[in-house]
DNA sequence: CTGAAAGCGCTAACAA
DNA sequence: TTGTTAGCGCTTTCAG
């Protein structure tokens, strides 16, 4: 099917034109162009005047098909939303560690949809990326167990895979919401809300893990009702935050396991008048966090760092490292601003 | 050069390879993965079941190196940064486009490195993508022109390309700037302070030319001393506001032309308890704007939309497109919250 | 409906 | 120092 075309686009040169041009065999020409040395000064200088002159740009591709190993560096990113603030992070973690080497990164967001992660998996692998750093979403990762022995490096981040041994890198979600829950029990709040993302989401469920047993660990009840897990988004962390300060019983400190929660937690506070009276630690960090009113404590996790080891364990891996699978931890850090710090109130 | 290994990893099995464990030509595979139809039902069978039992993957670059047109479904994408929560908004636009269309996306950071630029550029172009959508930070795009010529498809987003005629999405920074600061004059402002970024990036020229515009439109004087440009970050734009706000002649305004200079700004007015004194108005909108005290009013723009309408147009083109290129703005809006209608006040 | 031959742009042997 | 011959995994073309 040829376009209509007027002018119609020139194609690019090929190695093969390069090489009549100069009036050389094409395989000098694939000497000069990639550096091998080995050609009479002359030569080179010809054929550097013909690569000019047709504007050459080498084909990556075309040449992975054949090399060694057939690399073709690249490698696929899966993360929640590339538009989210902190999973973008972990995006520029990466990046920072590819950039150098000269591999292109292919970035796609996953929406904690598990059949996402399947499809852009496959089409990835189908584009032969030299490594796979995924976010898993879906409930099993076993099928990767193919690519990783045909040769594919797979590195996960934020959470741990199912149904295979991988390199993991991720923050400790367990103890460090037992961190900040601690943190508020320290103060001496007693009844100690915990509000959770989609329990769908390994980490949600390792928060609140974190959250029970700082709480058992301190012998302190835990109140179901104060429990509230699945919360999708802002504006349901909004609602529910809502319904359980204006409740009968309310409690005198929340641990909201989420930024976006947070934020819904800290709208409700305020629009309640309670931001001075209930405290709140939230786990991760929040945008503008130290200059809010108060300003609000977080457990702060840094993201890009993951990225960044994930990356290096990576191209370890695409580099041949065959020791065991292991999981990294970066750490977290508990930052005091001040909602965290509320002594319990009275609420009337 | 073959690994020592052990095991060693099995390399993915070939059309051929499928079409010998099938007992059919290799030819016939390719039909059947393409479901390019005429295959007798028997044999669709017989191959399908070797496509599983081998775990056959296609390779799609292979494919694309003599396939019509030899499109490779990969866009390049290049933003300030990844991780930079405006400008991964553009990156979330383009992929809503490109995810649907099986169109991978190969995103990188430029940090404003005119370098960075031509050096990703090139690498993109090596990797055969089909089209490009770049922010330029390089003072000349003409060296595009043949990779246009040649078939790749170029849009630009956030600014206009130099030397070069091609489509671009970006918002209007001039008027939006002049909206900005003509809504702080209608507020009996006289004195409007300008806080730009770098000089070197044309919304930054824009932005400032829309404040010029918006003053002398008004016949308010300019007072070169509160016009400071050139900010590279937040914390030079927190010193910058400090030495305004301090001097003998301080600004009862301030418009700041960029998202982490406004922070950088608010930052200033409330370590000097001027936040409910001097007036604000920011350019891109700032994380938790409207939880601040007082809420920030700002000149907002969905660069999530500017990302979309962008790959719209890169598809476009590489689907054969062939009208004159043209500029596309996407509308902004002046969000009013209380940092802007803060009426002139003298300041001790 | 099926297959064999040619070639995409390159790299990897192996000659000359 | 050079050039030739293969062939990567696929699509295209053309025969059976």
Redesign the pocket.
Known sequence: MEESDGPGPS?RP???QV?AHAG?????V??V??GE????P???ARVQAALRELNYV??DF??S????GGRTRTIGLTISNVANPLAAQIHGGVEIVAMPRNVATFAVSLNEQPSAEIEHTRAFLRRRVDGLILTPVADDQSYLQLAIDRGTAVVFVDREPAGLRADTVKVDDVSSAATAVGHLADFGHRRIAHLGDRVRIQTARQRKEGYLSAMRSRDLPVDERLVILDIPDELHAYAAARRLLESDDPPTAIHSAQNLITVGVIRALRDLGLSRKVAVVGFDDVAMGDLLDPPVTVISHDLARVGRVAAERLFARIDGDQSEPRTVFVPTELVVRGSGEIRPQLVS
């Open positions: 194609r090929t190695l093969r090489a050389v065999g094409f395989k000098t694939a000497r162009v990639n040395g080995s050609v009479a002359a030569t080179a080498p084909d075309a040449g098909l054949k090399k060694d």
